[in-house]
């Protein structure tokens, strides 16, 4: 029974970091998996430092659009006044 439960740990784990890592939203993982608590889906996933490079890359192209659109909103902002 030991290594029954290893055994479902281990591919819970595996399949938490490779549906994370292949795009699958956290919401829908957290479904998939069964959860309740998503702390535990968390526990499962282990994410190689590659995905780690590229979700930070990602973040800092989301801020600087969005640093981008607040410019440009209050320059549009500004010639109205």
Known sequence: MHAVGAFVRTEECGAASTLTMAG?????VIAMLGHRDPRMTIRYQHLSPEHLY???AHWRRVRMIARLALFRHREEEATRN
């Open 24 to 28: 699958v939203s956290q919401r829908d």
């Open 54 to 56: 590229e979700a930070r």
